[in-house]
């Protein structure tokens, strides 16, 4: 942001004429091109000159003290609708983002019963090998005597 510069010249003379436009009670006067400041109609002519131009000087600075000020709290106004649109889109996100981890986390415990179920199911079939390998053994020791037989 850049203020506009404060022209040396007041558009006020020595013998107290005053440039500006005349608005209940009060004078403004131009100091440059779209920067005005607001005077009191009954300034003495015969005042100081150096007095007249401190009046204005701190006049100016005060009116861009309350521009400056309207800027800043544009770009708080500004910065704060940016910050609470982007914390709705967060909030958004954090719901879909929710939805999607119940989701894993349900499939997740499917995943989990099935793979326990398929080792429950090996360990039972390792039991019924284990039996099977038993029982082929107890037959060739039961068939062994018969073979020598024949």
Known sequence: MSFPVVATSFGVSQSGSQAGK????????????????????????TTDPKKLKRII???????????????????????????????????????????????????QRQLKECISARVQHCINSDGVIEEYKTEIERLKTNLAPLSNLT
């Not at 006067?29 to 005077?39: A, K, S």
């Not at 770009?75 to 609708?81: I, P």
Request: glycine share 4%.
């Open 22 to 45: 005349k608005k209940g009670g009060y004078v403004n006067y131009e100091v440059e091109p779209g920067f005005t400041i607001r005077m009191r109609q009954n300034i003495d002519p």
């Open 57 to 107: 000087s701190n006049r100016v600075a005060a009116q861009k003290s309350r521009w400056k000020k309207v800027q800043y709290l544009d770009a708080l106004v500004k910065r704060s609708m940016e910050l609470q649109r982007e914390v709705s889109e967060l909030r958004s996100q954090l719901a879909i983002t929710s939805e999607q981890k119940r989701y894993l986390e349900n499939e």
